[in-house]
């Protein structure tokens, strides 16, 4: 369809641009006008499902937002000039542009069928109202029944590392990599030789070209951490992570597994580009820091990094413009972190400290010790945080020495950890979960909800296998935006969607985690709450959206204008990961 196609979707609509499609002000004018009516009679008129009246009044104020010209001033673009230009003939704009105006008009018009929801193809509609009693009951629990044996369906297709099945074949994946290692199982499951053996710069490409075929990684993965080698850019993975792909049937179960470590072509080419890699500090982390080592965004709670590198490090990090190989210069040493302790000190707003990085478990069990023991003299710190994803690359780091140093703090202390697929979670993660619980230190996860996690369900099986390990869901992120991580970003309005339709299909206590979008240099914005507004559509189909920060409604603070990924796009990705996108059509109302 091209837009006069999809402007005649509304009859109202089409007669506006019609008659003033050729002067930007009268049809904006006009246009607000008709909308306002359409409104009207939505409200006092409505025959129809009332989710869909509720779905027509939220796309109404939508396109009364990317009409405006003072939205216009802040995306600093007029959406509506391109759809009246695009009328005209004047100009060509892409499909995911056409497709973002062709289901705001469907909804306008009352036709979203929104109400039928993403499973109702495959469910039989039943009028609940005409029965009672037991008799009520039965029918409603047939019904929600059948609604679990479809979502099963989904959560198959993405098995857990604690399944019988996987476990024993990564038990042999396993012994062929201490064969090459020259190493056996007490060396397996000590941390130091995971740590002294983590594949990583030279060395570790030869590692990998030896065992190319073995783990079936390709030619243009080796190629590509070549390339980072070259232009040192840092990557690491352990032993124990490399275990954890499927050597056999590579990128099928295992791709959010090698998707983690294995960095795209975009990703290695926007980080050579530059030498100071700072421009790609999306947070604005250096303009949040009071102090060497600190990032604080927030009133009660800051950051400390003392080691700012990890084993396997993350191809998505937020900090890769700060990331440092995998070996001992990546300690920031002890000047610098009492130097940061006694700003914590100083600070007694402070009620919580995060030890991050990097991973702080990558420090000596004598370092830890050292830097919880000044902790401890902080009167007003009440909370400690570790993050870490050594539960997950290299679980045997949770000693029981470790354990015993983290709970002889006074203070209360948890781990937070950053579990991405279902297929991560192992009994070893389990055995590192249920040492820190026997002394009732609980375990957080923040999952970042990224293209090659993102598919139907995939978020479920994963709060799924936490839950059976005793990890709490805590954050699901939004990626950041950052242009060099282009391949592992989604819409907004997917997220979004798996809160609203996928989540909810689990317990409350399954669904703990808050779905954010971190806004740079503020902090978290909640997206399940009304914190955005939509206030433009590019010409390339990306929504531009007006980001409201924390502060709001506490003191006077600035909004941040945010350019989303194209839904369009997200749904031709998914296609090439083997999804029908008929199971997203829902994700189009989502704003």
């Known amino acids: 369809m091209d837009m006069v196609e999809i402007v005649n979707l509304n009859q109202k609509i089409y007669k506006v641009f019609e008659k003033h499609s050729n002067d930007l ?39 009364l937002n990317i009409i405006s010209k003072s939205n216009e001033k802040l ?126 710069g030279k060395k570790g490409i030869e590692i990998l070209k030896d065992l190319k075929d073995i783990i079936s990684l390709n030619d243009k993965d080796i190629e590509l951490l070549e390339r980072c080698v070259e232009n040192n850019i840092p990557y690491a993975i352990t032993p124990y992570y490399l275990h954890l792909f499927d050597f056999d049937e590579p990128y099928k179960y295992d791709l959010p597994i090698r ?100 991973d702080p478990f990558c420090l000596s069990d004598k370092t830890i010790e050292r830097i919880l023991n000044k902790v401890n003299e902080i ?19 949770i000693t029981d020495e470790l354990v015993d140093i983290l709970a002889s703090t006074d203070k209360n202390l948890i781990v937070s950890t950053h579990a991405e697929s279902a297929y991560e979670i192992t009994p070893d993660t389990k055995k590192a979960v249920d040492k820190l619980g026997k002394y009732r230190i609980k375990v957080y996860n923040q999952h970042v909800y990224h293209r090659y996690v993102s598919r139907r369900f995939e978020n479920v099986a994963l709060r799924i296998s936490l839950r059976r390990v005793g990890i709490v869901p805590y954050y699901t992120f939004y990626p950041k935006g950052k ?36 806004v740079p240099k503020l902090g978290k914005n909640h997206l399940r709450g009304e914190n955005r507004e939509l206030i433009a559509i590019k010409p390339n189909g990306s929504r531009v959206y007006i980001m409201h920060p924390w502060e709001k409604g506490i003191y006077k603070t600035n909004i941040y204008v945010y350019e989303d990924y194209p839904i369009k796009d997200y749904l031709d990705n998914l296609k090439e990961l083997g999804e029908d996108i008929k199971d997203y059509w829902t994700i189009w109302y989502y704003y």
């Open 379 to 397: 009167d007003h710190i009440i909370g400690v945080r570790f993050g870490t994803r050594t539960i997950l690359t290299v679980p045997m780091r």
């Open 483 to 518: 242009e060099e991580h282009k391949d592992y970003l989604i819409p907004i309005a997917r997220i979004v969607q798996e809160v609203h339709e996928e989540a909810r299909l689990l317990p409350g206590t399954f669904r703990t985690d808050e779905p954010i979008f971190n």
């Open 259 to 358: 998707r983690q470590v294995v960095p795209p072509e975009w990703y290695v080419n926007k980080m050579s580009e530059v030498e100071n890699r700072e421009v790609f500090d999306y947070m604005g982390e250096l303009d949040t820091t009071p102090e060497e080592l600190i990032t604080r965004r927030y009133v009660t709670i800051a950051i400390i990094k003392p080691f700012e590198s990890c084993p396997q490090i993350c191809v998505y990090c937020q900090r890769n413009w700060m990331i440092k190989d995998f070996k001992k210069e990546a300690f920031a040493g002890w000047e610098k972190i009492e130097r940061a302790l006694k700003w914590f000190e100083e600070h007694e707003s402070m009620m919580e400290i995060l030890i991050t990085g990097g």
């Open 25 to 63: 002000e009268s049809l904006r004018k006009e246009l607000f006008n008709v909308l306002k009516d359409i409104e009207y009679d939505v409200r006092e008129n409505w025959n129809g499902d009332e989710i869909d009246r509720f779905i027509t009044l939220k796309s109404i104020n939508v396109f």
């Open 75 to 200: 995306a600093g673009f007029s959406t509506l000039d391109i759809i009246r230009k695009a009328f005209n003939r004047e100009i060509t704009v892409s499909e995911a542009f056409l497709e973002e105006i062709k289901h705001l008009i469907l909804s306008i018009s009352g036709k979203s069928n929104f109400s039928k929801g993403f499973l109702g193809d495959r469910l039989e509609v039943i009028d609940f109202t005409k029965f009672k009693g037991r008799e009520a009951g039965k029918k409603r629990s047939e019904f929600l029944d059948k609604v679990y044996f479809i979502i099963k369906e989904y959560i198959k297709k993405y098995p857990s590392g604690l399944e019988e099945r996987i476990v024993k074949k990564r038990e042999k994946q396993r012994a062929i990599l201490l064969d090459y290692f020259g190493g056996d199982l007490d060396d397996w499951f000590n941390y130091k030789w995971q740590f002294k053996n983590v594949i990583r």
